[in-house]
């Protein structure tokens, strides 16, 4: 008999302002994060190889703006300290399965000189408390649009950076609907 996994991630985003959809300054600039796409992020497992080496960031990404007139960080996490099962909320998983790379597609470089990036090579696992993605390098990283563009690239069961030690076989997870909403902290450094 087969059994799948299903994990569903939706996005949510804060900042100091409400979001806008710019790519250039807004009338009273501030501070402001923009998810271009992939607000919901679905993890479907129905392989044995998948639940033994994990999802690879098959297509399940985030991309988003970052607009600011100052220096500024951006932190993840989510408010539960677990995923429960939708279907039976006494399934649970643990957080740290869920992992994300931050890939920089903007001008402002994240080689520490305009962005540090404490998840461009090994990935950072979501925790319940705030977790530093971004956060400003030796120059400065502010601007809008194009300049601080980003791409959060998730994985799960993969093992990998600080991410849960253990496959999802091993951890003899029941199949279930697994939901939770992560939150995007934009704030100024």
Known sequence: MKQTLYLFIFIIALSAKP???????????????????????????SDINQYLNG????GQ?????????ADWKLQFHTD?????G??????????????????????????????IN???????????????LLTKGSGSNKGYGLRNSFTLNWEMGTRRGNMNNQTMLEQALYPDTYELDIT??????
């Not at 995007?184 to 450094?189: A, E, G, I, R, V």
């Open 61 to 69: 990404n985030t991309f988003i703006r970052v607009g600011c007139i």
């Open 55 to 58: 999802i690879l960031n098959g």
């Open 19 to 45: 979001l806008c959809a710019q790519d250039i300054p807004p009338p009273n600039p501030n501070i402001n994060i923009n998810i271009v796409s992939g607000n919901v992020v679905q993890f479907i497992f």
């Open 184 to 189: 995007l902290t934009l704030s100024f450094f």
């Open 118 to 132: 404490y998840a461009k090579s090994l990935p950072l696992a979501l925790a319940n408390t705030p977790v530093l």
């Open 86 to 115: 939708t279907n039976n909320p006494a399934h649970t998983m643990e957080l740290n399965n869920v992992g994300l790379i931050v890939v920089s597609t903007g001008t402002n470089l994240d080689d520490g000189s305009n962005t």
């Open 80 to 84: 539960q300290a677990m995923f429960y």
